[in-house]
């Protein structure tokens, strides 16, 4: 049977997981099929009210009936979580994606986890994941204040299991920077490696934290980074230089000023191209290349893909004067 693309849910319950921070269960409809599959890494488009969608991690178990996602409130932020915080209830239906994945976890001898404030939400379920594959893992989480940080207890509970080789260190560093200072990512990642040795390091927090890990990654030939960035490093630069684009299905020729995206200017002309986050985030509004370099400006790694070679519209553009899409 077929995902669907989109699925209607019911806010099942609402729960405090830290100071500002709700973690809220969604189920399906009682007269509905159960919820898609996911894995850990997906992250679901939640179709607040019209005009107002925003992507969460899912952070509950995959084995679960329900879908979980968690949601830290920030007053002065774009309003989602706002509004999640103010108005979402138990009962209250929801539109939402179905749950999409561009931070797999993949195999790997070892797993460094680094996770920074309600970053922890993707990495939460991929811890579990590599403790009940039995590959060891290290987890570090870092945040301003203790009382703000979600899943500290259920980290502590995961890392506290009992192991079948004798006992061990704790695996999770909960640091809270606020009161104990700058936390020592080099040192951190260093004794992985002196223990565990080639990793894969899945991260997901403030864009500084994961540029610095992505750098610090990049000078050990052992370890390999994945990351998830709160903003995408592209979305915030200059728009670039004006490009063409052609589109192989539909015959029309198309030109993308530079201060215009090329998703605006494919919606422009009635197109089928859906957006989401418009951040390079989420992956929703993927374009099939056929010809042309893009400027890839995601962090989603659609620029990793070979077959077929796609870029996210909303943020990223070309580096050839044109581009061929499958549109
Ligand atoms: S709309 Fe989310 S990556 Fe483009």
Do not use: K
Not at 95 to 113: T, V
Not at 262 to 286: F, I, K, M, Q, Y
Not at 309 to 326: F, H, I, K, N, Q
């Amino acid at each position: 049977m077929s995902t669907p693309e989109e699925l209607e849910v019911v806010v099942a319950e609402l729960s405090w997981e830290a100071d500002g921070v709700v973690a809220v269960g969604l189920a399906p409809l009682p007269d509905g099929p159960p919820l898609p599959a996911w894995t850990p890494g997906a992250h679901l488009t939640v179709r607040l009210r019209p005009g107002l969608e925003r992507q969460y991690s899912l952070c509950g178990d995959p084995v679960d009936a329900r879908y979980r996602i968690a949601v830290r409130h920030c007053p002065r932020g774009r309003g989602g979580s706002d509004y999640v915080h103010r108005f979402l209830r138990p009962g209250r239906r929801l539109r939402i994606s179905a749950p999409r994945n561009h931070f797999d976890l993949l195999p790997a001898a070892s797993y460094a986890f680094v996770a920074g404030g309600i970053g922890i939400t993707p990495i939460l379920p991929m811890v579990r994941r590599a403790e009940a594959d039995g590959i060891p893992w290290t987890l570090a989480y870092v945040g301003r204040e203790r009382a703000t940080m979600a899943f500290v207890d259920r980290l502590t509970r995961l890392d506290a299991a009992e192991s079948t080789t004798g006992p061990r260190a704790p695996r999770s560093t909960v640091w809270a920077s606020g009161t104990a200072g700058r936390f020592d990512l080099t040192g951190h990642l260093d004794a992985h490696r002196r223990e565990h040795g080639r990793a894969r390091v899945y991260g997901c927090g403030p864009t500084s934290m994961m540029d610095a890990l992505e750098e610090l990654c990049a000078q050990r030939a052992d370890l390999v980074f994945h990351g998830e960035r709160f903003r995408a490093p592209g979305a915030d630069t200059a728009p670039g230089r004006p490009f063409d684009v052609r589109c192989t299905r539909s015959g029309l020729d198309l030109h993308v000023d530079a201060d215009r995206s090329l998703l605006d200017v494919l919606a422009a002309a009635g197109l089928p191209v859906a957006g989401s986050c418009r951040e390079g985030l989420c992956g929703t509004c993927e374009v099939v290349v056929r010809a042309g370099d893009p400027d890839h400006r995601d962090h989603v790694g659609l620029g990793d893909r070979t077959a077929p070679r796609v870029m996210a519209a909303c943020v990223s553009r070309a580096l050839t004067p044109g581009l061929e899409l499958e549109l």
